[in-house]
């Protein structure tokens, strides 16, 4: 998959150093709710090749990796639990996810083109045929009904309308950015001007993708997590620390 890039504005709370909300557009938002059309295996897989994961589906991945194909019952393939497609038809694919694969689209069928062999289409190309135990390796070109074709080859794809602006929180709460909104969460927050706010644009690409989806499960601050550097947070709060320990030093 080509590398994509999304823009998207942080609205960061300078007294706390933590991420208020951010601006965003359809693209991104577009981009998380994808998050529930990924399969378990797809997940865990991408979650894998980022970095250390807790819990014990990481084990459970490892351990169907492992296993013999002896194991395997021969109308099945390992691929199917290791590298699963996002199945939902007409899914959008998710955006900034290396890797994940696409709908189900791709079909096989066995290379014999006589008999009951023509009867059988498989989503995997080492499937036996049934027929006659050649393996379902020829490629099928699966044809979408028009409702799905006319809705991927409209202008206005993915899950929400274009042309709006979406406020996401920094535990990815989304909503309509508006008026309204922005002064009650200010006000939530303790946030007495718009200018208490520092701007910073961010573009998000596969790698942030993946800490997205990583931070998702691990975390309810999830934007400042993966786009404020540590390090300035551990200065600020080593400043603060020096204010209270030494006030007068810090005040000159």
């Known amino acids: 998959m080509a590398a994509t890039n999304v823009s998207l ?88 996810l290396p890797n994940i694969g696409s709908t189900f689209r791709q079909l096989y069928r066995c290379p014999n083109v006589t008999g009951t062999c023509l009867s059988f289409v498989a989503i995997d190309d080492s499937t036996i045929c049934p027929s006659c135990n050649s393996k379902m390796e020829r490629n099928v070109k699966c044809v979408d009904p028009p409702s799905v074709i006319r809705a991927a080859s409209s202008s ?24 309204a909104t922005l002064v009650s969460l200010l006000t939530k927050s303790n946030v007495k001007e718009i200018g208490d706010l520092e701007e910073k644009v961010v573009d998000v690409g596969m790698d942030e993708g993946v800490k997205l989806l990583k931070a998702s499960f691990q975390s309810k601050t999830v934007l400042t997590d993966v786009f404020l550097p540590a ?13 209270i320990i030494h006030p007068k030093t810090a005040s000159l």
């Open 156 to 179: 206005e794809e993915g899950y929400v309308i274009g042309m709006v602006k979406y406020m996401v929180m920094d535990d990815l709460e989304v909503m309509a950015l508006s008026s």
């Open 9 to 96: 504005k942080l609205f960061i709370d300078k007294r706390r150093q933590q991420v208020l909300y951010a601006e965003a557009d359809k693209k991104f938002v577009d981009f998380l709710l994808s998050f529930f059309t990924l399969p378990v295996g797809a997940v865990t897989r991408l979650l894998l090749d980022g970095g250390s994961v807790g819990g014990c589906l990481p084990s459970l991945y490892q351990s169907i990796k492992n296993l013999s194909v002896a194991y395997i019952r021969p109308d099945k393939s390992k691929l199917f639990l290791l590298e699963p497609k996002v199945v939902m038809p007409g899914a959008e694919l998710p955006l900034l």
């Open 231 to 243: 390090e300035i947070i551990k200065t600020v709060d080593s400043i603060k620390n020096d204010m």
